[in-house]
Structure formats: structure tokens, C-alpha cells
């Protein structure tokens, strides 16, 4: 069964490809493969959502001490009838809570383009109380679907401890005209394809190890949000077609 609450501590970092690969090298005694995916590889396609004020980007771009994203998330290839993934996500300072419960795909836009208030207890779910949750968020937001993200991810488990992961996030897309998320994973680059972004995810506090690996391969934290880095290239294409510019794309 898929973890439905998460509450952890998430530290960013922006590296190359080459820092990467020594990175792999480095956590390999001290790592292992994600279970998901073929030897922890798989991709990762999520669908966002925000309202016409882009109150959800003005939040996470203004780093308030409490801020929250909703979306609807599949992994690697998916039908209709495959499982979807519906999560709120929330920071609260640096602690990142997450609720997330599993439904159809289909389930999922059957809902999304119900009228007026929905009735979820109607939807076959795995969590009644976490969907109830979305379902209020959404409403109280006036969510609707923005964009979609993906990218290509590894993800490693420590040997020793099973409150740490790393993921290293790559070929990150982004797109705004094809919202249906089994499409897949396809889009517009808003990273340079030559760099990486790495998370650690912890529950209490980085150890040492991996400290001094991070130093010693000088990779950079970097705060950045997906979703604010992939809505302002889409806004600025959308400006650019507009008045007929072109579009600067930065590494």
C-alpha cells in the first residue's frame, strides 16, 4: 500500500551532470536503489493546479512560513484505469508535510470536472479524509488545473536508514497546452538538461556523511521551486507569443 502522510525535513541542490556521477559513486556504500521503477529509475509526470490570481505561485515564490500545492501525480506510463496519486503538499518553515490518497485515473478527472460540490465519498479512494481535504482546498482556492511537470528521477534509500532519500531529478519539462497527464512526459525544458536537481529528504537532520560529500563535491542549495521555475517560462512564452518576442531560456 502507497504511504499516504509524510512529514519530513527537504534540502535542495542544483549540480551537473558531472557532479552527479560522482555523487552516485560516493553513495554507493551508503545507498540503494528506490523499489519503485527499474533499479530506482522512473519518471514522474504531475499536473498542478493554481486560480487566475496564481495565488499558489505568489505563495511559494514569497516563501511564506506556510505555504501549500495541490496535484495529481502518476509514475512511468499510466491508463485511465491505472492508480493516480492526489497530494497536497505543504511546508510549514523547512518541515514539508505531505497527505496523499490513491485513486483511478479516470476517478480523478471525473472529479476534476464535476460542478459545484462533489460528493467524494462517491469516488473509490483510499482515503475518504485526505480526499475531503483536497477537495476543501481546491474549493477554497477555486483551483484548477495550471501545468504539468515531469522529469526523469532516480531515487536511493539509505542501506542503514530508512528515513533517508535522495532523488536526482533530470530532463525537467514543463507544458500548458496538454493537460492530461497519461500523454506523459513531454514538454518544454525549464532547468539546463545538462544540470540536475537533487534532494535530500530526511526526518531529522542531514548525517555527517553525507555532509561531507556534499561539500566536497561543492554542490550548490538551491531553494528552487518546480512548479515557480515552469510557471514563469510558461508565463513569459505566453507574453512572448503575445507581442511577438522571443523567448530567453536561462541554465
Known sequence: MAIEFFTRREQKYLITKQQYEKMILHLSPHMRPDLNGQDGFYSVTSLYFDNDEGDIYYETKNKLKFRQKL???????????????????????????????????????DY?????????????????????EIDSFKQLYRLKPEMIVSYDRQALHGINDDDLRITFDMNLRCRKDDLRVENGPYGMNFIDPNLVVLEVKVTDSIPLWLTRILQK???????????????????QMNLAQTYHEPVLIGG
Open 112 to 132: 476534476l470536472g464535476s460542478l459545484g460540490m462533489p460528493n467524494v465519498d462517491a469516488y473509490q479512494t483510499s482515503n475518504q479524509q485526505v480526499f475531503k
Open 71 to 109: 496535484r495529481l501525480r502518476i509514475y512511468d506510463q499510466a491508463t485511465l484505469n491505472d492508480r493516480a496519486f492526489f497530494e497536497i503538499k505543504q511546508k510549514n518553515r523547512k518541515v514539508v508535510h505531505k497527505r496523499r490518497m490513491v485513486l483511478p485515473l479516470r476517478e480523478a478527472y
Open 217 to 235: 563535491l561543492a554542490c550548490e542549495n538551491r531553494s528552487a521551486s518546480k512548479y515557480c521555475t515552469s510557471y514563469e517560462l510558461l508565463h
